[in-house]
């Protein structure tokens, strides 16, 4: 298919209601996905009018199997556009969020880390940035792994707070300043690195 415009796209539903387009989406460019994907969606419109279903039942296609779109040929603009769309249509894994909350609106937000298909993106104040080919090259390249004040805060499901730990770099803050991982206090040691606080126990 990408060697052929998909000038049409025709649609029938199954008795399990999945539709089935022909030409499927098998492959391609980004804006080759863009043109497939514009000739779909009006091909489930003119099939719900011509059954007497609203066409705002619709439930919209998504991106298709990420595996299928041709990275190497996407510009990065394209590469952005379609991480964007991605998690728009509920792709994509949030894989770390890094959050701050300095006690005015002008210094608390947050950032979010995550992994689409076999790539890592960052979604930050100024906007999405990537692709990355690991969570620590990401975190390198935006900068998160260096934090500049105490008290930021690192949230991972899928990670523990020593893998983020052993993700990050304590020289820019004083010995014994601590941020937040999981929940957890680490803090900043001589070694340019973060380490677990350990409480001490109640006697």
């Not at 796209?9 to 499927?24: E, M, N």
């Not at 990065?76 to 509920?90: R, T």
């Not at 076999?118 to 990537?130: S, T």
């Given at each position: ?77 394209d ?78 499901e ?18 014994g ?7 957890e ?19």
């Amino acid at each position: 298919m990408s060697k052929q415009k998909p000038f049409a796209v025709s649609v029938t539903r199954g008795l399990d209601g999945q539709w089935k387009f022909d030409p499927p989406f098998e492959g391609g460019s980004y804006p080759e996905f863009k043109a497939w994907d514009f000739h779909a969606q009006q091909a489930v419109e003119d099939y719900l009018r011509i059954h007497g279903e609203k066409p705002s039942n619709v439930v919209p296609l998504g991106i298709p199997d990420i595996s299928k779109v041709n990275w190497d040929v996407l510009t990065h603009e394209d590469v952005l556009a379609f991480a964007a769309e991605a998690l728009d249509s509920g792709e994509g894994e949030s894989v770390l969020s890094v959050s701050w909350d300095f006690g005015t609106p002008m210094h608390n937000g947050i950032n979010t880390f995550w992994k689409i298909g076999e790539w890592f993106f960052a979604d930050l104040d100024e906007g999405m940035l990537g692709p990355f080919s690991s969570l620590e090259e990401a975190l390198e390249e935006t900068e998160m792994n260096q934090p500049l004040n105490a008290g930021l805060i690192y949230e991972s499901e899928s990670r523990s707070a020593q893998e983020i730990a052993f993700l990050l770099r304590g020289d820019l803050l004083t010995p014994g300043e601590e941020i937040l991982i999981n929940n957890e206090r680490w803090a900043a040691n001589s070694e340019n690195a973060f380490a677990p606080v350990k409480t001490q126990a109640r006697t």
